[in-house]
T-cell receptor, first 112, second 108 residues
Framework: DAGITQSPRHKVTETGTPVTLRCHQT?????MYWYRQDPGHGLRLIHY???????DKGEVSDGYSVSRSKTEDFLLTLESATSSQTSVYFC???????????FGQGTRLTVV | KNEVEQSPQNLTAQEGEFITINCSYS?????LHWLQQHPGGGIVSLFM???GKKKHGRLIATINIQEKHSSLHITASHPRDSAVYIC??????????FGTGTSLTVIP
């Protein structure tokens, strides 16, 4: 199995609180992504990174920020969680040259 | 309009049947991925294709670059194949375009 892990796997939080999700890889892949998956919408890109300290926004970035201070870690932060951010969050990694991609197991976040 | 279209959206099959899921894309791609997601589970990469055909066990994936079309075939389907299958295209910038998925149920 590819070395990509997400933590936590499940989280319940209250509206207005900050939340940070972590994606860790051991593959040394350049690209890392955060997606959210919602019924009827499929996978939608929140933010992605193409290298350490190099990040860019996706189609649903409002309310989210990211950081990548090391190749292996990509953090997704909800500055002030809202109920609309209740979702399943997936991290993915991609190898630059081959395009090989792996996905994490997902984090189920519930904002109450 | 979605850059990646899958069909069918839902599919029910009897155990042992041959299954085909189709994917059409409208963007220029460097690769086409087939992904599998079991209910409540993570996403597993089944295939990455840039041309031709790949086979892994009972799964076969094909791609026709000229027609911008890919198919995923499952031979001798089994209830454990029940899952959502997602087609995804990547461009040269490593950006993904996802289909909305095909929900497959295989009945014993």
């Amino acid at each position: 199995d590819a070395g990509i892990t997400q933590s936590p796997r499940h989280k319940v939080t209250e509206t207005g609180t900050p939340v940070t999700l972590r994606c860790h890889q051991t593959e040394n892949h350049r690209y890392m992504y955060w997606y959210r998956q919602d019924p009827g919408h499929g996978l939608r890109l929140i933010h992605y990174s193409y290298g350490v300290k190099d990040t860019d926004k996706g189609e649903v970035s409002d309310g989210y920020s990211v950081s990548r201070s090391k190749t292996e870690d990509f953090l997704l932060t909800l500055e002030s969680a809202t109920s609309s951010q209740t979702s399943v969050y997936f991290c993915a990694i991609s190898e630059y040259r081959t395009g090989e991609a792996f996905f994490g197991q997902g984090t189920r976040l519930t904002v109450v | 309009k979605n850059e990646v279209e899958q069909s069918p959206q839902n599919l029910t099959a009897q155990e042992g049947e041959f299954i085909t899921i189709n994917c059409s894309y409208s963007v220029g791609i460097s690769a086409l991925h087939w992904l599998q997601q079991h209910p409540g589970g993570g996403i597993v990469s089944l295939f990455m294709l840039s041309s031709g055909k790949k086979k892994h066990g009972r799964l076969i994936a094909t791609i026709n670059i000229q027609e911008k079309h890919s198919s995923l075939h499952i031979t001798a389907s089994h209830p454990r194949d029940s899952a959502v299958y997602i087609c995804a295209a990547t461009n040269t910038g490593n950006q993904f375009y996802f289909g909305t998925g095909t929900s497959l149920t295989v009945i014993p």
